[in-house]
């Protein structure tokens, strides 16, 4: 059976946001989301559609809009974006059942209308409009939407044709995408094509998904490997996943990250006390969780001054583990053995491998068990005092040294201000 999809999109999300919350037209307005204390090369987390309209990029950086533009800057909120993205989820619930709902990012949904066609007595276009017009006259913040017979289709629809719809509803099926889109360019307009594949394809004398489509598949795949099989589906205008796939998938192997860019050039021994406190953190959400991990990867990267590629490397742990203690060891040795001590540091992530749950502990004969459970019981501790006093409530030394950024992370979500601290 033939199912129908949209995916629908909140228009500069962040600074429609903010538009709302001061009283503002959020396709009127001129602003950008974007944190003042940092310097102008810092990127604008959003752009008002009308800043846009006036030739801005959508993700530019401060100092490339043009002095001639008055506008507004608002420091970004991301627990306020959180706390929107979840009313405008509310909002689908009230006409879509959770199992139908793939959210795809803060901003973006796909839904599967298929069985509700009939029941509203509704095309899909005007289901669409529903949607939209109640997540406008609720939250007040404008949509566009794709749809589509499959999930690439309506993300197509939505990223390429719903641009040029006077109502933002963009429609797609394999005949029409490939009567109409065939010969769109630029490639990169494509979900999932990014400057990389693009360069690869053109390389190859291919600018179009037409191109893809006729050309030699041996080629496609002496390219991309088993990537060049979606890549071939998609020129075709093909996806077999549904959003019950994505519900029932479960990884085999599961991980952990933290990364972040530090605010200047650091040294040898700054950079490895980030290291720790990044595998501080991670150890507690470990905890946190109930799961073990049995290794740690670091990828450091040096100064953007310098033209030297990261340093990388894996630790491998004696036996999975959630101990800080045993895994900032671990990390600072890491650290030590991949790291050159005279390049300054710029940016670093650090991953937990094979994260396995807690029921799974084992214990070798360097082990001493009732030490361990000691450790688990204090960081159990710490994470209740955290949830009901804030993050910063409990913090260990290293996090109140000079160039330590625990504190200040803690603050944030994904890195920007929350906007509640």
Not at 24 to 38: E, G, I, Q, T, Y
Request: hydrophobic residues 40%; aromatic residues 8%.
């Amino acid at each position: 059976m033939e199912r129908t999809y949209l995916c629908i999109d909140l228009k500069s999300f962040y600074a429609s946001v903010e538009c709302v919350e001061r009283g503002l037209d959020p396709m009127k307005a001129r602003l950008v989301v974007a944190d003042p204390n940092r310097s102008e090369k810092t990127i604008c987390l959003a752009v008002s559609p009308a800043l846009k309209a006036m030739g801005v990029p959508g993700r530019c950086r401060v100092f490339e809009i043009p002095d001639g533009i008055q506008y507004e800057m608002a420091e970004p909120r991301m627990q306020l974006y959180i706390d929107y993205s979840a009313e405008v989820y509310g909002i689908y619930l009230k006409y879509i059942a959770k199992e139908d709902i793939h959210v795809y990012s803060i901003d973006e949904a796909f839904i599967d209308v298929t069985d509700y066609l009939p029941m509203y007595g509704m095309t899909a276009k005007e289901l669409g409009k529903l949607l939209m017009q109640d997540v406008l006259e609720q939250i007040g913040i404008p949509s566009a939407c794709g749809i589509g017979t499959n999930l690439y289709l309506a993300k197509v629809a939505l990223d390429i044709t719903a641009k040029h719809a006077e109502d933002r509803i963009g429609i797609l099926d394999e005949v029409l995408y490939r009567k109409t889109l065939w010969d769109h360019r630029p490639i990169t307009d494509f979900w999932r094509i990014g400057k990389g594949i693009a360069a690869r394809l053109e390389a190859a004398g291919i600018r179009t998904m037409q191109e893809v489509a006729e050309a030699d598949e041996n080629l496609l795949y002496k390219l991309f490997g088993i990537d060049a099989e979606l890549l071939i589906d998609h020129a075709w205008g093909r996806e077999t996943v549904e959003i019950r796939d994505i519900k029932a998938y479960r990884p085999k192997e599961n991980s952990i990250s933290g990364g972040q860019v530090l605010p200047r050039d650091y040294e040898f021994g700054e950079g490895k006390m980030i290291a720790r406190e990044m595998a501080d953190l991670l150890s507690l959400e470990l905890v946190e969780k109930g799961c073990l991990t049995d290794s740690v990867t670091l990828h450091v990267g040096y100064s953007n001054r310098l033209n030297k590629g990261p340093a990388h490397g894996t630790v491998h742990l004696t036996t999975a583990s959630n101990s800080a203690r045993r895994i900032i060891a671990c990390t600072g040795q890491l650290y030590d053995r991949i790291v050159d001590p005279f390049t300054p540091i710029r940016r670093m992530t650090l991953t937990f491998n094979h994260v396995t749950d807690e029921a799974f502990r084992q214990y070798d004969l360097f082990t001493d068990p009732l030490a361990m459970e000691k450790e688990r019981s204090l960081m159990k501790a710490m994470l209740d005092i955290k949830e009901k006093y804030g993050k910063n409530a409990v913090l260990r030394g290293m996090d109140l040294q000079k160039g330590a950024t625990t504190i200040e992370r803690n603050q944030q979500i994904g890195g920007h201000k929350s906007g509640t601290a």
